[in-house]
């Protein structure tokens, strides 16, 4: 007879270590619960069923018991809560939520991926309503939509701007609803820093979202939600997604050892204090292999690697654990956006030293159709040139750039490592120096010290201050949209005109998007220049940085017309 193995929790974690198990051991007794009606479900893909995207709700369910049980003789039982773990006996108490009914199973192994919980604040009135949803399960989406559908429901308010927050907000308003995002922060997807953030406000902004930063929800009441602000949001539906807790009442009860993260803490191994216990996926806490710290990453590719790597264990079959980086992608209106490792956020919390690189390259060859800017942010260990992470904001293939930057980091790789990584080319899919390769090569020029630059961030408090800027575009770019005290010297003339630029004070240089105003800035330093600063981004950088806080604030313009181009 093989192992008794039990698993609390049938959808990533759980269902993948069952999964593995019996391909390592046809003799196993492997069970697991789930106190839903559903095992092996697409939780990333539940928001999608709000537009019609996937149509039918049905199809989220990846996998039934009985299919389960017939391809992989695993038994999976739904409706069917564990309510208790008696740790000395080596058994747990189940609850069937049909019935109401009680029993007990034995396991030589224990598996806890029981996932987390959407967090609903008490202290929000009305939170509670029968207007109020969370998007957790196939359960929740099709509750969401069927309410929508039936009430005819139009105005809608999604609080919380992370993963969830977002694609529900973008999936309803492709379903011709009347969307409100309201986020207490100062912006949306955590994972992007603000410069970044700001080109995803202006999307949502451009596609309808009515989009609300920096205010929190009061009250929710049956035809609209309050903010701290005292505004009132029009929404006879709300759909709470600020965030989630691990789901960890079943560990603590068991005495189990719950990390400073508040997940359940687990060895390398992913065993609990327990050595005959394991625990996976969101309600655990994991190692960063960047900060060097434990953190909380509710994603599903980790949760893959880590079930596979805690039934490998069960049969001595040894990994390596490299730790989590936390690599994401997500789709907003029209644009991609994916980032991987740290953020300047987070290397700042770290006490990490860094530089960082923003470049705006073609995504692809400019003469081919649908060719487009990419905003891309490459954060870099100084002064060792350690890559750290980066950030991809476009219409192309940004989730491409972002897996080779998560697999460098993940090789320990550098800034010299990367300039030198050779990639695929054609002129259809991307350039002959890729996006990554030319991050490389400007972090290395500031590394090395071979220029200066400034951040978009910085260039509003430039223009109130009357800086001396330098705008290097042709005379018919500048003419269409340019920094409202800027001065016009084509990069074409600048050999010519370089009367006209002052040495005794700082001059700051710009483009398009920060390669011509580079090239600017060699050619005065290689002529005695050593007062020049190309500002990172340029035109386009900042007309995206300042666009949504322009709209929302009705604040002076430092620009004569925006260009996104």
């Given amino acids: 007879m093989g192992k008794r193995i039990l698993i609390i929790g049938g959808v990533a974690g759980g269902a993948s270590v069952a999964a593995r198990a019996r391909r390592i051991d046809e003799e196993a007794d492997i069970i697991m619960f789930e106190k839903g009606p559903h095992v092996s479900f697409s939780n990333c893909a539940l928001p999608f069923h709000l537009s019609g995207m996937v149509e039918n709700g049905d199809d989220l369910v990846l996998m039934c018991p009985t299919q389960f049980k017939n391809q992989y003789n695993i038994e999976a039982r739904v409706n069917s809560e564990v309510i208790k773990i008696i740790r000395e006996d080596k058994k747990v108490v189940v609850k069937n939520l049909l019935t109401g009914g009680e029993y007990e199973e034995s396991y030589d192994k224990l598996v806890l991926s029981p996932g987390a919980n959407p967090i609903l604040p008490r202290s929000i009135e009305g939170v509670t309503g029968s207007n109020v949803f969370t998007v957790r399960n196939v359960v929740d989406i099709k509750k969401l939509k069927n309410y929508i559908d039936s009430n005819n429901i139009k105005d809608i308010a999604v609080v919380g701007g992370g993963f969830i927050g977002v694609e529900v907000a973008e999936n309803l308003c492709l379903a011709d609803k009347n969307v409100s995002l309201i986020e207490a922060l100062d912006q949306i997807m955590n994972p992007f820093d603000y410069d970044m953030a700001q080109i995803l406000h202006k999307e949502m902004m451009d596609k309808g979202v009515n989009l609300i930063l920096s205010d929190g929800v009061k009250k929710i009441d049956e035809d609209f939600v309050e ?48 050595k005959d216990i394991y625990a996976v996926g969101d309600a655990i806490e994991v190692y960063n292999r960047l900060t060097h710290k434990t953190s909380r990453l509710a994603l599903a590719g980790p949760a893959q690697r880590q079930a596979r790597a805690a039934a490998d264990n069960m049969y001595n079959i040894h990994h390596n654990n490299n730790g989590v980086i936390g690599s994401s992608v997500v789709q907003v209106f029209d644009l991609g956006a994916a980032s991987t490792g740290l953020n300047e956020k987070t290397a700042k919390a770290a006490g990490i030293s860094y530089d960082f690189v923003y470049i705006i390259p073609g995504d692809k060859v400019g003469l081919m159709p649908d060719s487009n800017p990419m905003h891309f942010k490459l954060i ?69 010290g071979k220029f200066r630059q400034v951040p978009v961030t910085i260039v509003r408090e430039l223009v109130e201050k009357d800086e001396f800027i330098v705008d290097v575009r042709e005379k018919h770019e500048y003419e ?8 016009n010297i084509p990069l074409s003339e600048i050999r010519e005109r370089m009367s006209e630029i002052p040495k005794y004070k700082p ?23 050593d007062n020049v600063i190309n500002i990172s981004g340029s035109y386009l950088g900042i007309c995206c940085y300042e666009y949504y806080q322009d709209q929302v604030t009705g604040r002076a313009k430092i620009v004569t017309e925006y260009n996104f181009n």
């Fill in 227 to 274: 903010l701290q602000s005292g505004k009132k949001v029009a929404a006879k539906v709300v759909v709470m997604a600020i965030g989630v807790s691990p789901e960890t009442g079943l560990a603590k009860d068991a005495g189990l050892e719950i990390g400073v993260t508040g997940g359940i803490k687990v060895d390398h191994n992913y065993l609990t204090n327990d």
């Fill in 380 to 448: 870099y260990e100084y002064p060792t040139g350690r890559i750290l992470g980066a950030q991809a904001i476009g219409k192309g293939n940004v989730d491409k750039r972002i897996d080779v930057i998560a697999t460098m980091i993940t090789m320990g790789g550098t800034l010299e490592n990367l300039k030198e990584l050779e990639l695929c080319y054609a002129p259809l899919f991307g350039t002959a120096k890729d996006v990554v390769n030319f991050a490389a090569l400007v972090g290395l020029n500031l590394l090395y």
């Fill in 507 to 529: 001059v700051y240089l710009h483009c398009r998007s920060s390669q011509r105003s580079y090239n600017a800035v060699m050619a005065l330093q290689n002529s005695g220049y």
């Fill in 480 to 487: 269409q949209g340019h920094l409202k005290n800027s001065v």
